[in-house]
């Protein structure tokens, strides 16, 4: 498993929120955060020395506790987004089960539903620090009481670390009973609150985002291929990011991840990659997943891949493909109608 797992960098506002709330003396650590909140991820060992740097500011018990149960559902990115759009709370959970390796490479889950209870239990192969654990919990919590609009008691919990000596602050701050010492994370709620309704629901949304879920959890490489994976899954993470602005370029790209261009090019390659073929292949991915969307017309797959004009987007598939998005979706209705001809 690579050390350079990422998560998303939307949860660093969590911190800086509370730094500024708390008046801590925390302006170097604040303008760092900043720095790491420009590109759309962070990594799990740099996520985790800034939750020491905050401790060490502010040493209260159970401090990734309180962080966490800050969280807001836009910062778990993609996922957080297409969760948001689901009916149910049951719903919600079963994608964020399957989508749970665009939030974190290294984060392994299970759950089972046993008498009314949904049990749940994970590990984080790199983010597995005390602090990151309860950060981890909390941010869990905090999701699920967002997308129901209600507060959540849980059943039990469970934290992977030594009982500390106020362990009565967590069962406070989450309501219920905790144990230590665990093999995992765990998590037990009530199985009749999986039915409750997210009320900001929006079934095309949540098709919309699917897709794009799917596709990037195809491009990403395994794990195990280390750092040139790690910089891969980064640099297509922005690219799909700066598609909401229209600015693809490799500049924009390397600066939004912190580097020069020169250094930018450098590690693309020493990964084994081109800019522009990434570039090429993650539209492409994107591109047929939304052509296959008849709700979509070939202008808005046009903006959603960033580019400004549509004849651009036309050129560039019938470069992929051999045919014009109109001719695709032409060829993708002849299939299903022979489909149906065929049963």
């Given at each position: 498993?690579?050390?350079?797992?990422?998560?998303?960098?939307?949860?660093?506002?969590?911190?800086?929120?509370?730094?500024?709330?708390?008046?801590?003396?925390?302006?170097?650590?604040l303008d760092e955060m900043s720095l790491d909140l420009e590109s759309p991820g962070v990594g799990?060992?740099?996520?985790?020395?800034?939750?020491?740097?905050?401790?060490?500011?502010?040493?209260?018990?159970?401090?990734?506790?309180?962080?966490?149960?800050?969280?807001?559902?836009?910062?778990?990115?993609?996922?957080?987004?297409?969760?948001?759009?689901?009916?149910?709370?049951?719903?919600?959970?079963?994608?964020?089960?399957?989508?749970?390796?665009?939030?974190?490479?290294?984060?392994?889950?299970?759950?089972?539903?046993?008498?009314?209870?949904?049990?749940?239990?994970?590990?984080?192969?790199?983010?597995?620090?005390?602090?990151?654990?309860?950060?981890?919990?909390?941010?869990?919590?905090?999701?699920?009481?967002?997308?129901?609009?209600?507060?959540?008691?849980?059943?039990?919990?469970?934290?992977?670390?030594?009982?500390?000596?106020?362990?009565?602050?967590?069962?406070?701050?989450?309501?219920?009973?905790?144990?230590?010492?665990?093999?995992?994370?765990?998590?037990?709620?009530?199985?009749?609150?999986?039915?409750?309704?997210?009320?900001?629901?929006?079934?095309?949304?949540?098709?919309?985002?699917?897709?794009?879920?799917?596709?990037?959890?195809?491009?990403?490489?395994?794990?195990?291929?280390?750092?040139?994976?790690?910089?891969?899954?980064?640099?297509?993470?922005?690219?799909?990011?700066?598609?909401?602005?229209?600015?693809?370029?490799?500049?924009?790209?390397?600066?939004?991840?912190?580097?020069?261009?020169?250094?930018?090019?450098?590690?693309?390659?020493?990964?084994?990659?081109?800019?522009?073929?990434?570039?090429?292949?993650?539209?492409?991915?994107?591109?047929?997943?939304?052509?296959?969307?008849?709700?979509?017309?070939?202008?808005?797959?046009?903006?959603?891949?960033?580019?400004?004009?549509?004849?651009?987007?036309?050129?560039?598939?019938?470069?992929?493909?051999?045919?014009?998005?109109?001719?695709?979706?032409?060829?993708?209705?002849?299939?299903?109608?022979?489909?149906?001809?065929?049963?």
């Open positions: 498993m690579s050390r350079n797992d990422h998560i998303p960098s939307g949860f660093i506002e969590t911190l800086q929120a509370y730094a500024r709330e708390r008046s801590l003396p925390a302006g170097r650590l799990a060992l740099r996520f985790c020395e800034l939750l020491e740097s905050l401790r060490q500011l502010d040493p209260v018990p159970a401090l990734g506790l309180r962080l966490g149960l800050s969280a807001q559902p836009s910062q778990f990115g993609v996922v957080g987004y297409m969760v948001s759009s689901c009916g149910t709370l049951g719903q919600a959970l079963a994608r964020y089960h399957r989508y749970q390796g665009l939030l974190q490479a290294g984060l392994s889950s299970r759950a089972r539903l046993q008498d009314g209870v949904l049990y749940m239990r994970w590990t984080q192969a790199v983010a597995n620090t005390p602090l990151a654990s309860e950060f981890s919990l909390a941010v869990f919590v905090s999701l699920c009481q967002a997308l129901i609009g209600r507060a959540i008691t849980p059943l039990r919990a469970g934290l992977p670390f030594a009982r500390p000596r106020d362990s009565g602050v967590y069962q406070v701050l989450l309501g219920c009973p905790v144990d230590f010492d665990c093999d995992a994370i765990e998590l037990a709620i009530p199985a009749h609150l999986l039915a409750l309704p997210i009320s900001s629901k929006d079934p095309y949304l949540l098709r919309l985002l699917e897709q794009q879920a799917q596709a990037l959890l195809r491009q990403h490489p395994r794990a195990e291929h280390g750092e040139a994976s790690s910089f891969y899954s980064q640099v297509q993470d922005q690219i799909v990011e700066s598609m909401k602005n229209g600015d693809v370029g490799a500049d924009a790209v390397a600066h939004a991840l912190g580097c020069s261009l020169r250094t930018f090019y450098r590690q693309l390659r020493a990964a084994g990659y081109s800019y522009r073929g990434l570039l090429a292949h993650t539209r492409h991915t994107l591109a047929r997943q939304y052509l296959a969307d008849p709700a979509l017309a070939q202008t808005d797959v046009a903006l959603l891949l960033g580019y400004s004009e549509q004849s651009s987007f036309i050129r560039a598939f019938r470069s992929w493909t051999g045919m014009t998005p109109g001719e695709y979706r032409m060829h993708l209705d002849q299939g299903k109608r022979q489909a149906v001809a065929g049963t």
